[in-house]
């Protein structure tokens, strides 16, 4: 079993609607919890940062961890064409030499 | 430039040939990461560099690869007798760590598209 597990999608949805992204994990210790946008041959660009459980929140952008269930979300509101590009989560543990791991990422579309 | 450089931007090389890939992070930047991306593939991690010391190097595939970071600054990552299989892109991330918080958001280059023939 992989410690982040991430649904590869293609996912495709209408201009103007609400999008959920996830997140599952394994590792109990992770306490740091990330999501990345990545366009096409561009490198991941950060999205949110998030400590241990809770939202937060970013404009269209609201990220939730629940530490119990060991479940990440994204949501995206007023989804735009420009938001189509992979979104990767990405947690780590507490430590300041911890490894970053990452999912497999999402493909999303977001059709006009 | 701001951000995190790497060079070369595409490589193509035959099999059996070295190759040498490079990161140049964001000023000040004390952690680097080595990524390796296939295509439609999420991020395997290779290698973390905190200073110039490399506290986990767990994620390199094989004998074959090998990275160094001088100054605390630049880094480079060598693919000796490169495989088919080390087609992949090859990422480089920096992060400010201070000692009182664990795990900085890590700020990514564009990569290196490495093709071998």
């Known amino acids: 079993q992989k410690e982040v597990e991430q649904d590869p999608g293609p996912l495709s949805v209408p201009e103007g609607a609400i999008v959920s992204l996830n997140c599952t994990y394994s590792?109990?210790?992770?306490?740091?919890f990330m999501w990345y946008r990545q366009y096409s041959r561009k490198g991941p660009e950060l999205l949110m940062y998030t400590y241990s459980s809770g939202n937060k929140e970013d404009g269209r952008f609201t990220a939730q961890v629940d530490k119990s269930s060991k479940y990440i979300s994204l949501f995206i509101r007023d989804s735009q064409p420009s938001d189509s590009a992979t979104y990767l989560c990405a947690m780590a543990g507490y430590s300041s030499a911890s490894k970053i791991i990452f999912g497999s990422g999402t493909r999303l579309s977001i059709r006009p | 430039g701001a951000g995190v450089s790497q060079s070369p931007s595409n490589k193509v090389t035959e099999k059996g040939k070295d190759v040498e890939l490079r990161c140049d992070p964001i000023s000040g930047h004390t952690a680097l990461y080595w990524y390796r991306q296939s295509l439609g593939q999420g991020l395997e991690f290779l290698i973390y560099f905190q200073g110039n010391s490399a506290p986990d190097k767990s994620g390199l595939p094989s004998d074959r690869f090998s990275a160094e970071r001088t100054g605390g600054s630049v880094s480079t990552l060598t693919i000796q007798r490169t495989q088919q299989e080390d087609s992949a892109v090859y990422l480089c991330a920096s992060s400010l760590v201070s000692e009182s918080q664990g795990g900085s958001p890590l700020h990514f280059g564009n990569g290196t598209r490495l093709t071998v023939t």
């Open positions: 590792n109990s210790a992770f306490q740091y």
